[in-house]
């Protein structure tokens, strides 16, 4: 008999617990549910109130909430949203200080308790907190990679879907680049059910998809004051089942580009066959002329985020 898998969540916030909830309800593993030692009641709280939803729905997931790093050892995949999120009024930019300060302690217990494991990141700004996450534990660049693209082409197919009234199901959408203002949606790539969607939606009208998508998590900060949260805790699934399963999906990640799409030694968000070996293949399209500038602008960003970074 197969031995359950394991999945580390390091942040019980938000996005943790809801992360937890996904994956014992997709029974895709055991489940442990880590913060930092003043929050423990919250990691301990939220894995008995969802251990006991299981018991209702018949769903069988352990899951431990805990602050001692020591209980990751053995999991397979590790999922990082420990950090801060914005408040209404901040860019994701205004969280690196604080946030690379809990990624790098957060990258030390990793490595000395899960060596072996998948990371995915999450924590805002999320390409220098990959970036940072890769350097602290000095993991391969295919057992490290990034949370964003899966989210950011969820909203795109959301915003689509409620413009063309069709299901979400039929459309397929792309957005590459990274995961702020200069994110790049890739309307030539972006089809419902194999039509392109420029054939179905006028020219302004997807200009103004598009500008929303961009500004889609800011939308919900407004909104709720705090991060989106369910959406991003599936797409941080949909990434981790695609790793436990080998079901090597093509999804658009954070992931280190080594000349891919003329970018060197950099972490940007790019289509991803993601399976057992973790990011197995990056794949390039063909860019027009626009998405290549707009891919260019949004490497430049990061890479400025990194520096910064190196600097603190
Ligand atoms: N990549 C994306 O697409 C995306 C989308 C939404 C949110 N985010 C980001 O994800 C992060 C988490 O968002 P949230 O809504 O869950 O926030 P939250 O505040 O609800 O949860 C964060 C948790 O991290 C914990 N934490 C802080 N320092 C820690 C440490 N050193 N070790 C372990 N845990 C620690 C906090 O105690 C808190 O419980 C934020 O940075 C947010 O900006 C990213």
């Known amino acids: 008999m197969a031995k359950r898998k394991k999945i580390a969540l390091v942040g019980a916030g938000n996005i943790g617990g809801e992360l937890a909830s996904i994956a014992a309800r997709k029974e895709l593993g055991d489940v442990v549910l880590l913060d930092i030692p003043d929050k423990v009641g919250v990691a301990k709280g939220k ?4 251990c006991q939803a299981l018991a209702l729905e018949n769903i069988d997931a352990n899951i431990l909430g805990t602050s001692d790093y020591a209980d990751i050892a053995g999991a397979e995949v590790v999922i990082v949203t420990a950090g801060v999120p914005r408040k209404p009024g901040m860019s994701r930019d205004d969280l690196l ?3 690379l300060k809990i990624i790098r302690s957060v990258a030390a217990g990793i490595k000395a308790n899960a060596p072996d494991a998948f990371v995915i990141v999450i924590s805002n700004p999320v390409d220098a907190m990959v970036d940072a996450m890769q350097k602290a534990t000095g993991f391969p660049a295919s057992r490290v990679f990034g949370m964003a693209g899966v989210l950011d082409a969820a909203r795109f197919q959301h915003f689509l879907a409620l413009e063309l009234n069709v299901s979400p199901k039929e459309i397929s959408a792309l957005v590459l680049g990274n995961h702020g203002d200069l994110m790049v949606p890739t309307v030539s790539y972006c ?10 939606i006028a020219a302004d009208k997807l200009d103004a998809i598009v500008e929303r998508t961009k500004a889609g998590g800011g939308e919900i900060v407004g909104l709720m004051g705090t991060s989106a949260y369910v959406a991003p805790a599936s797409a941080g699934i949909a990434m981790a089942a695609s790793i436990l399963l080998d079901q090597k999906r093509l999804l658009p ?3 280190k580009c080594n000349g891919e799409y003329g970018i060197n030694d950099l972490y940007i968000g790019v289509p991803v066959v993601v399976g057992a070996g973790g990011v ?3 794949v390039e399209v063909t860019l027009n002329d ?5 891919m260019a602008a949004s490497a430049d960003k990061v890479r400025e985020q990194i520096e910064a970074s190196a600097r603190l």
Do not use: F, H, R, S
């Not at 089809?191 to 179905?200: A, C």
């Open 290 to 294: 626009n998405e290549k500038k707009l």
């Open 47 to 50: 894995a008995l109130d969802i």
């Open 191 to 200: 089809t419902v059910n194999g039509i392109p969607v420029t054939q179905l």
């Open 97 to 99: 200080t604080i946030n």
């Open 280 to 282: 197995e293949k990056i």
């Open 253 to 255: 990640c954070v992931a």
